[in-house]
Nanobody
């Protein structure tokens, strides 16, 4: 079994910052990519940022220059700066796990609410 525990969401004013973290634990052989997705009310879940095991990062155009992603062992972080009301959403952590002889598998966190409002 694999568990993902997220933290760091909350209410912040426009222009403010938040840092999300997600730690994976359990039956883990190797972690490939780690990332963050978000889903706003009435919208599809969308990619925010991902980072490979080699440290290469990919960002949605809407967050480039404002968000950064990093990882340390089994934890992935999302630093969100210059937050806007349109960043309001539930943020989900996603990890891709790998083990020999098995296709990669994806796991999701439970989600953490981020609300940007004055």
């Amino acid at each position: 079994q694999v568990q993902l525990v997220e933290s760091g969401g909350g209410l912040v004013q426009p222009g403010g910052s938040l840092r999300l973290s997600c730690t994976a634990s359990g039956s883990i052989f190797s972690i490939n990519a780690m990332g963050w997705y978000r889903q706003a009310p009435g919208k599809e879940r969308e990619l925010v940022a991902t980072i490979t095991s080699g440290g290469s990062a990919n960002f949605a155009d809407s967050v480039k220059g404002r968000f950064t992603i990093s990882r340390n062992k089994n934890t992935v972080y999302l630093q969100m700066n210059s937050l806007k009301p349109e960043d309001t959403a539930v943020y989900y952590c996603n990890v891709e796990l790998w083990r020999p002889g098995v296709s990669p598998s994806h796991y999701w966190g439970q989600g953490t609410q981020v609300t940007v409002s004055s």
